[in-house]
């Protein structure tokens, strides 16, 4: 709960409620104006019967979705490691020992069966990005699933039903902010693309093992926040070691430094200086690089795998045409750049020309790049390949979210909701704590069947994007498009819409990994 104290105790915040994995809605507990109920909430006089991960509708709507006989295997271990980051020796915790993990591939209706192995120091989970995962797959402890533990193992068993460029890391803490996640990318039978080659770029903004961690980073940000999720028996368990004076002041000066403005964004768009931007694990200096045959349409699929930075991104001496959001076809539009919240991805066709030429990822509103270079195979290695993160195409035109339109083959079919609600997000005063408020934010349940539709009034100062998992939605302002992350600028409204097929218990909350922890996340509850 929120006392009146020096301290936040994440623990204690964490009890209010019985909403398992997620918080209730920071207005149940008295911060920030209650908007309107929409009258569709739960009855609080009547006992509601949730269904939870273990009950047989979680099975039986997996089964509905079909599966096509083929599994595909795999295996992650989390382990402390040192990773080479251009040069620069840095210890962190990753899967397979590179500041990326491995991009797993299955094909639509694939069986996944992915063992997990636990040797760090602490509890963690992973968590399955943007898939319309089984419930007690999710990742999301302790709703979903018991913490894998120390030294302990799990098998993550679930079919992929929809194709697209999506990703997993962990859901425990701020362990995604080390190298803890990589692309998970289901491959579509049939693919119209067009593509001959299919590339996967993601981008990361990176503090761990530079003088500092991300637990330090969360201290400077607000010192009254125990431990976060990290340091919560239900959230992986326990903490990492307490940051040393060093970390706490490297961290304190990256906070101080780090706040940028983008118009496009609609103001404020971070807090936190990163000293490092990579892709594919790979930082300016040292890139990993991409080739191709002159001429060959080239696929590229952008996830941002950041924990709090925007990026803009292009590709110099070409134009993008964007084909997929999310994983959802797009009514393929072109552009020079394009700015990628956090847990978003874009999919983006290339007609390679012969050259070297450098790919940009710009932090949004402040400075700090990643990069690599993109080369066609009749031309030689550039001899310097940083060659700063300047291009005249990220000034270009720029493609805005909301300008996009859904492909008809995943328009969500018009229907009135069934359940019409409304959550505020904000900001506790100036203090760097964060949530869903109003009376609608703890009682988000639905019914199979149901459509569902939650405004969210951003009343906050800066940009939040807000995440469902277990469902993607669509977008009704911007014609339907589909998402599982949409940005929500400041002072603005945006409504999402689904469709109630996916019964379990799920986490809604805002993909800045540091907003997430202090607070901005709530739950969406089947009810029978």
């Not at 302790?142 to 990703?167: N, S």
């Not at 961290?251 to 706040?259: D, I, K």
């Not at 229907?415 to 203090?431: C, H, K």
């Amino acid at each position: 709960m929120i006392r009146s104290g020096p301290t936040l105790d994440r623990r204690g915040f964490l009890r209010v409620g019985s909403l398992g994995a997620g918080a209730v809605g920071l207005g149940v507990l008295g911060l920030g104006a209650a908007s309107c109920s929409s009258g569709s909430a739960a009855d609080p006089a009547t006992p509601l019967d949730y269904i939870t991960a273990t009950d047989p509708e979680i099975a039986a709507a997996e089964q509905a979705r079909g599966w096509n006989g083929r599994e595909v295997t795999a295996a992650l271990t989390a382990a402390v490691a040192t990773v080479d980051l251009g040069g620069r020796l840095v210890d962190t915790w990753s899967y397979g020992g590179r500041a990326v993990a491995p991009e797993l591939r299955a094909s639509v209706r694939d069986k996944m069966l992915v063992s997990v192995r636990n040797e760090l120091p602490t509890d963690t989970t992973v968590h399955w990005h943007g898939i319309r995962i089984r419930n007690d797959m999710d990742g999301a402890a302790p709703a979903t699933q018991d913490p894998i533990g120390q030294g302990g193992d799990f098998l993550y068993d679930f079919v992929v039903p929809d194709p697209g460029t999506h990703w997993y890391h962990s859901h425990s803490g701020l362990q995604a902010d080390r190298g803890l996640f990589g692309a998970l990318v289901v491959e579509d039978p049939n693919d119209t693309s067009g593509a001959d080659v299919d590339v996967t770029l993601v981008l990361d903004d990176w503090v761990d093992g530079l003088g500092t961690t991300p637990e330090a980073v969360l201290a400077a940000l607000n010192p009254a926040i125990s431990g976060g999720h990290g340091g919560h028996g239900g959230h992986g368990g326990g903490a990492p070691a307490e940051p040393t004076p060093e970390e706490s002041s490297v961290a304190q000066a990256l906070v101080n430094g780090g706040h940028g403005s983008s118009v496009p964004l609609g103001g404020m768009t971070q807090h936190i200086g990163y000293p490092l931007h990579l892709i594919n694990g790979r930082p300016p200096n040292d890139p990993e690089v991409v080739t191709a045959a002159p001429g060959s349409r080239v696929r590229l699929r952008i996830v941002n795998a950041a924990a709090e930075t925007p990026y803009r991104f292009a590709v110099a001496g070409h134009e993008l045409t964007v084909i997929a959001a999310d994983g959802f076809d797009v009514t393929p539009a072109t552009t020079d750049t394009l700015i990628i919240g956090m847990a978003q991805r874009y999919d983006v066709l290339v007609t390679l020309k012969s050259g070297a030429w450098p790919v940009v990822a710009k932090v949004e509103g402040r400075d700090g790049y990643a990069s690599t270079v993109l080369r066609s195979t009749d031309a030689a290695p550039l001899s310097a390949p940083d060659v700063g993160g300047v291009l005249p195409e990220l000034g270009g035109r720029l493609l805005a979210e909301s300008e996009l339109r859904p492909a008809e083959s995943v328009r969500l079919e018009t229907r009135s909701p069934d359940r019409d609600y409304r959550v505020e997000l904000i900001q506790a005063g100036d203090r760097y704590v964060w949530g869903m408020a109003g009376a609608d934010a703890g009682k988000l349940v639905m019914r199979q069947g149901e459509r569902i539709r939650i405004t969210m009034a951003n009343t906050s100062t800066m940009w939040h994007p807000m995440h469902t998992h277990g469902h993607t939605f669509a977008v009704p302002d911007y014609g339907g498009l589909r998402r599982d992350t949409v940005n929500v600028l400041p002072g603005t409204e945006l409504a999402i819409e689904f469709d109630a097929d996916n019964p379990g218990e799920w986490m809604f909350h805002c993909h800045n990994a540091y907003h997430f922890e202090a607070g901005m996340t709530a739950n969406l509850r089947y009810i029978r």
